[in-house]
């Protein structure tokens, strides 16, 4: 199963050149041949995963048969199997949502296995090194695909993005640079037993660099300015994909590079490495809460959104505890699975109605049952209501803040919990308990999903001919994305605590101080 784990890099490089190869004389192939290599990805990604859980131990592979620390690992252990089978399935699941939503281009197929293949190396990568190529990797496949979009709008987004990501991937790669100064190494698990006895300025400038790099991917306020342009004004299908895994990863890379590099032992003995990233997170909290209640837009009220969750993530990584860090994962895990849904469903919603200002979501109950519902579901659990991953993530974290005795940080997921729920309250009483005024409908936006062909039910608001309603209809696709969505948001939360013994043994390990 070792030998398995450059697959899940290689396989997606793969599909991008044959997609790109044949797609080009032969347009209709490139949704299938993206589809199948995504498909093989998750089939590939969950067994590994499965083999980890189910031994207890991790997996590593030395790249061309390099021993580490001279050549690349790459390592799958209990942290990181639960990421690598996430970004896969949401890969795929985007992918169904893309089929009749668009965009319906090579170049769009072709970026779209590039970012899963930069996803996937920035998942299982041993080494410094070799993460900053896969940021890369990763941060060019999602400055294209915001492109994609088919007006100016998108085009500025994209290039603010890779302005902003530029500078985030040129401080990361500083500090790998002065780590390796202070250590002629590397490779991760070397790099933490090298700079426990190197220089501590060296240390805690390259821990600082690192960090800032990260947390501008990561998209933590005052670096996420990005972030909102890039989200709202990419195709919807492309909003959906990078808003639920490209800063989820960097999320995850912050956590992997602290724990496994600089190690919990770094961490609280600094004099600034634990505050840094307390104040970081507690101000993207905030900060990212109140911006989002200020939106007319859903999709920047939808972005705004993510730099308060993400601040939570961080939050319990730095805490550093046992509760905190399983309220990362898990809160990492759900926002990835609810923020993804919320983005599709607005993307779908807009297709039924043009809605995409908090205005426009008068009446959408009526008009789009099924796809009001299941938005209404996952924003009560981003929210935090029992029993939804959203409620069980925040629980663990704000338990390691008061384990912690951290108690700004637990006033501060309070606090969050109450500006999430206004904003997200204020779209659930629009959409059923107000009447739309509405009076014609648009099939598709500059930022929109196109027209389609099923309907989603519900009642008709724009005509009396029962042939034609007048509206445009997401896709049976469309609607089975975002309501699985919606019913793993409410299910994932009772299973955490089925997966939290199969965390043990890793969290175990990166902890130990």
């Not at 390259?206 to 300015?225: E, I, Q, R, Y």
């Not at 029992?386 to 700004?408: C, D, H, M, N, R």
């Not at 659930?428 to 099939?443: D, G, H, L, Q």
Request: aromatic letters at 8%; hydrophobic letters at 55%; one cysteine or more.
């Amino acid at each position: 199963m070792n030998e398995l784990l450059p697959l899940l890099v290689a396989i997606p490089l793969l599909g991008a050149a044959l997609t790109l190869a044949a797609g080009f004389a032969f347009e209709r192939l490139g949704w299938p041949l993206c589809f199948l290599t995504s498909l093989v990805h998750v089939g590939l990604a969950t067994a590994i995963a499965g083999t980890v859980y189910a031994s207890g131990s991790p997996l590593d592979h030395g790249v061309g048969g390099f021993a580490p620390p001279f050549g690349i690992e790459l390592v799958v252990d209990g942290f990181n199997a639960a990421v690598i089978v996430l970004v896969s399935a949401i890969a795929v699941s985007v992918l169904v949502y893309a089929r009749r939503a668009g965009p319906h281009s090579v170049p769009f197929y072709t970026g779209y296995l590039l970012l899963l293949a930069g996803l996937s190396g920035m998942t299982i990568t041993g080494d410094m090194f070799n993460l900053y190529v896969f940021l890369e990797i990763t941060g060019l496949a999602a400055y294209a695909l915001v492109a994609t979009g088919d007006d100016g709008r998108a085009a500025v987004g994209a290039l603010k993005y890779l302005l902003v990501g530029t500078v985030g991937a040129s401080l990361f790669l500083l500090g790998i640079g002065y780590a390796f100064i202070a250590t002629g190494t590397l490779n991760m698990a070397d790099l933490a037993t090298k700079l426990a006895t190197a220089d501590p300025t060296l240390v805690g400038a390259s821990f600082a660099l690192v960090a800032t790099g990260l947390a501008v991917k990561t998209a933590l306020f005052p670096l996420h300015t990005w972030q909102p342009e890039a989200y709202a004004s990419a195709p919807d299908s492309v909003s959906g994909l990078i808003a639920a895994l490209v800063s989820t990863v960097s999320a995850y890379a912050l956590a992997r590079v602290t724990f496994s590099v600089y190690t919990v032992d770094f961490l609280t003995s600094s004099a600034f490495a634990q505050e840094f990233l307390l104040a970081l997170a507690a101000l993207s909290i905030v900060a990212g809460s109140v911006l989002a209640v200020m939106q007319t837009e859903i999709k920047r009220m939808l972005a705004y959104s993510s730099v308060s969750q993400f601040g939570l993530v961080v939050a319990g990584v730095a805490i550093a505890n046992e509760a905190a860090v399983t309220g990362s994962l898990v809160h990492l895990v759900g926002h990835a699975v609810m923020k993804g849904g919320l983005f599709l469903a607005a993307g779908a919603l807009a297709t039924v109605a043009g809605a995409r200002t908090v205005d426009e979501y008068d009446g959408l109950g009526a008009r789009a049952p099924l796809l009001s519902a299941a938005f209404a579901v996952l924003s009560l659990s981003m929210v935090g209501v029992p029993p939804a991953v959203g409620f069980v993530g925040k629980w663990y974290i704000a338990l390691g803040a008061i384990q912690a005795e951290s108690w700004p940080i637990a006033v501060v997921i309070l606090v969050s919990t109450l500006l999430t729920l206004a904003y997200f309250l204020r779209l659930i009483e629009r959409m059923y308990f107000r009447t739309s005024t509405t009076t014609e409908t648009t099939s598709s936006s500059a930022t929109g999903t196109g027209t389609a062909a099923v309907a989603d039910g519900g009642d008709d608001a724009t005509t009396d001919d029962p042939t034609d309603d007048g509206l445009a209809h997401p896709s049976p696709g469309m609607i089975a994305v975002v309501v699985v969505a919606a019913l793993l948001a409410v299910t994932l939360g009772p299973l955490v605590s089925t997966f939290e013994p199969l965390l043990e043994p890793t969290l175990e390990i990166l902890l130990q101080q």
